[in-house]
């Protein structure tokens, strides 16, 4: 199913727009674990899958002197290509089960909210045939927090993210609800099926960001269990079960944040709200 996802045009570019990019401190913790002695040289090459359009890619490049990402998606990667601003890094489509790469090269190997969608024991097969020996496996996410408004951030709704798991959830159907878990559950799930005794996991960076209600509009067209819902439900249409004015039948985030926070307007650009999203980060060090 995840070789579908993120392929359509309009999706990536909402992709591209909408998601938040990861803190600078993400990336100085995964190569603080990655690096072997205390020197600041650059590391020879990281190699990423599941690079969507680069969000944690440029994050990571000022570290190394090579980086090749990589995704599934071609849409993602030509808008990776597009906004490289580069010269060491380069974007090409591949698989996290099969990654387009030589054995025992790479110094890190990194997936960035992406993990959820792999064949777990062939991505770790791969991570480790990849990795030099005693490389480091980066395996990094978020989820949505907390959302208040700017101007009265009394009016907040947080409650460790379980409203938005629950607002996911309600694009349920076989095959959605447990991505949205193990993102939840700070991927417990891969953390657990490393099987290299050296791991660890840091629950504790945030990212903040300052957000319209169309924003939040624009960050649910991006997920991946929302494009589902939307392709399931189409295919209702086509088969002749539900009417095409039903395809979206559930309440939009934006929608519910405003009932939760009780905002009355319809001008919905001038509300301005804070978000915060919860940062994860694995690390792993190959045998
Ligand atoms: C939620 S996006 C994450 C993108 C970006 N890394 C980020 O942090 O925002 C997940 C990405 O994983 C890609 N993907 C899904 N399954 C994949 C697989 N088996 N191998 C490689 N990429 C995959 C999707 O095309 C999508 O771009």
Redo the contacts with the bound molecule.
């Keep these: 199913m995840?070789?579908q996802?993120?392929?359509d045009n309009e999706t990536?570019s909402c992709?591209d727009r909408y998601?938040?990019e990861?803190t600078d401190d993400v990336a100085q913790y995964v190569i603080n674990y990655a690096r072997k002695s205390q020197s600041n040289d650059k590391l020879d090459l990281m190699v990423?899958?599941?690079?969507?359009?680069?969000?944690?890619?440029n994050i990571f490049a000022p570290f190394f002197k090579k980086v090749i990402a990589?995704?599934?998606?071609p849409?993602?990667v030509r808008h990776a290509v597009e906004g490289n601003k580069w010269d060491h890094v380069t974007y090409q489509t591949?698989?996290?089960?099969k990654m387009p790469f030589q054995d025992s090269t790479a110094d890190v190997v990194?997936?960035?909210?992406?993990a959820?969608?792999?064949?777990l024991p062939k991505?770790l097969t791969e991570a480790e045939r990849v990795l030099k020996p005693g490389g480091c496996l980066a395996v990094?996410?978020?989820f949505l927090q907390s959302v208040a408004l700017i101007d009265n951030p009394a009016k907040m709704f947080s409650d460790d993210g379980s409203l938005f798991l629950n607002h996911l959830l309600s694009f349920n159907f076989d095959g959605n609800a447990s991505k949205t878990v193990d993102v939840k559950n700070k991927y417990a799930n891969v953390f657990q099926a490393i099987p290299w005794p050296e791991k660890q996991r840091y629950d504790d960076f945030c990212i903040e960001r300052d957000w319209s209600l169309k924003d939040i509009e624009g960050l649910e067209t991006?997920?991946?269990t929302f494009q589902n819902y939307v392709r399931h439900r189409l295919e209702k249409v086509k088969s002749g079960e539900i009417m095409e004015s039903k395809v979206i039948e559930v309440e939009r985030l934006k929608d519910k944040v405003k009932k939760l926070l009780q905002i009355e307007t319809d001008d919905e650009d001038k509300v301005t709200l804070k978000a915060v999203f919860n940062e994860f980060i694995l690390v792993a060090r190959a045998p």
Aim: hydrophobic share 30%.
């Design positions: 995840s070789e996802l993120f392929h990536s992709y998601r938040p990861y990423e899958v599941g690079c969507g359009s680069g969000q944690a890619t990589t995704d599934v998606s849409t993602q591949g698989s996290s089960e990194l997936s960035a909210l992406s959820h969608w792999f064949d991505f990094i996410g978020y991006s997920l991946g």
